[in-house]
């Protein structure tokens, strides 16, 4: 078996491209105003660092959970084209942020701030989006995203959805629709 490596640096204002960090510690780095590009960051963990304005594009960070040893200041993220399927983005603000054409599958987004966030074209599969604030997110042309709009409608205010996929706001009544 071999041990993770630990990084502590500062990555602020860095454009990250084709790195590997796979099962890798970050302990007291700074990423902010940061952007990583076709990296691999699956199941990395984020000790202590800040993440301000971090984005990932066309990357991959499966099993990431961005508060679990951060709880000081939460994270500012943004994802565009990035699997980040089975991470936790729960309590994270990704308010203003962009999370388009993405799989978040079993993602969880549990009291995440996702206002006014850009979630376009996303594969929500099995993703928690409970307690999460909503409003004015953009989920056009997203998929799979199961929210109950009964648990509290002005969490949901403004937000824009497709007319094919509406379909899924009504998953939680468990009805037969034909």
Do not use: W
Not at 75 to 81: A, E, G, K, R, Y
Not at 90 to 107: F, G, M, N, Q, V
């Amino acid at each position: 078996m071999t041990s993770k490596r630990i990084v502590s640096e500062s990555f602020e204002g860095e454009v990250l491209i084709g790195k590997q960090y796979q099962e890798y510690v970050f302990e007291d780095c700074d990423f902010v105003d940061t952007t990583i590009r076709n990296s691999n960051f699956s199941l990395v963990q984020f000790i202590r660092c800040r993440l301000i304005n971090l984005s990932f594009v066309d990357s991959k960070v499966q099993g990431v959970n961005f508060m679990a040893n951060n709880p000081t200041i939460p994270p500012s993220l943004s994802f565009v084209s990035t699997d980040l399927s089975r991470s936790s983005l729960a309590h994270c603000s990704l308010r203003k942020s962009k999370l388009t054409e993405c799989k978040a599958i079993e993602t969880d987004f549990f009291c995440a701030d996702l206002r006014n966030c850009d979630c376009r074209g996303t594969d929500f599969s099995g993703a928690i989006l409970s307690e999460a604030s909503l409003v004015g997110a953009d989920f056009r042309h997203s998929i799979n995203y199961s929210i109950n709009p009964f648990q509290n409608p002005q969490k949901l205010r403004k937000a824009r959805f497709s007319s094919n996929e509406v379909i899924n706001l009504l998953s939680e009544l468990d009805i037969d629709i034909e």
